[in-house]
């Protein structure tokens, strides 16, 4: 079955770096493009990251970028997201999802969520 | 494209319908889907293509609308159903805008 699976997280002081993992199993990786989305606590879900199936293209939530970068080992079937210069407001589940299939279709595969506390 | 949910919070009598509505501040076409959330847990897809349920989701919830205006209904509320709801468009490709939920209650 589909599983994501994400890793890396923990507490990093302001101002430090952390990068997160999503291993992903069940699914053609290399065919889809990925996302990440995050939720602060207490708060609603909000987006931060695309990549492309085969990395070409990424974005980013204006509130992420220049400090955040999405990449992906298609050869190790793990999507990555490098967080630098972070802040109290980036304190969040972050989670690991599967792009729809096309503009109609979305499978819902999400993984369980890593919790990134930035405090000193 | 901000996506706007209401009522922020509904309170529901188990056996009860509940009706969720969302609304998208430009067309998203069908491309429009519903999470449930419970606390501890990653959002559950409920529905997909703004009416069609996802794999194993029980037929007492359905979707409707098209464009800018949505609905989720949930027939009678079983007490597993009380969570936080999300409705997420990503017709705006490969932006995902998410509402800001509606928590369903027990009255």
């Known amino acids: 079955q589909v599983q994501l699976v994400e890793s890396g997280g923990g507490v990093v002081q302001p101002g430090g770096s952390l990068r997160l993992s999503c291993a992903v199993s069940g699914f053609t990786f290399s065919t889809y493009g990925l996302h990440w989305v995050r939720q602060a606590p207490g708060k609603g879900l909000e987006w931060v990251s695309f990549?492309?199936?085969?990395?070409?293209?990424?974005y980013y939530a204006d509130s992420v970028k220049g400090r955040f970068t999405i990449s992906r080992d298609n050869s190790k079937n793990t999507l990555y997201l490098q967080m630098n210069s972070l802040r109290a407001e980036d304190t969040a589940v972050y989670y690991c999802a599967q792009d729809r299939d096309n503009p109609t279709v979305l499978r819902g595969n999400w993984g369980q969520g890593t919790l990134v506390t930035v405090s000193s | 494209i901000v996506m706007t949910q209401s009522p922020a919070t509904l309170s529901v009598s188990p056996g009860e319908r509940a009706t969720l509505s969302c609304r998208a501040s430009?067309?998203?076409?069908?491309?429009l889907a519903w999470y449930q959330q419970k606390p501890g847990q990653a959002p559950r897809l409920l529905i997909y293509?703004?009416?069609t349920r996802a794999t194993n989701i029980p037929a007492r919830f359905s979707g409707s609308g098209s464009g800018t205006e949505f609905t989720l209904t949930i027939s009678s509320l079983q007490s597993e159903d009380f969570a936080v709801y999300y409705c997420q468009q990503y017709n705006d490709w490969p932006l995902w805008t998410f509402g800001q939920g509606t928590k369903v209650e027990i009255k």
């Open positions: 990549i492309r199936f085969d990395g070409s293209n990424k």
């Open positions: 293509g703004a009416s």
């Open positions: 430009q067309t998203v076409s069908s491309g």
